[in-house]
């Protein structure tokens, strides 16, 4: 087995093992963080595929604009907690 090899198993373990944890995760933020490590390990598959530019435009995009689109949204959101009174 390769070095490449070795690192396209990792990356791509890590990228169903923070998918599947963003799934399961009760916490919203959490799943963002998960759901950003996943969109990072696959811009690294694009590294070892060869493909740069898609690397870069996965990052810009999707981590950099879907992801904070995502934290804004969680962030401005009013939330009801249980007790009824808001922080």
Known sequence: ?????????????????SIMAMLRSKEITHSVIFLATGFLAIAALFVLLGA??????QILVYVGAIVVVILFAIMLTK?????GSEK
């Open 52 to 57: 740069e530019f898609m690397m870069l435009v």
């Open 1 to 17: 087995m390769t070095l490449t090899e070795i690192v396209f198993w990792f990356l791509a373990i890590l990228t169903l093992v």
């Open 79 to 83: 939330r009801d907690l249980p007790g």
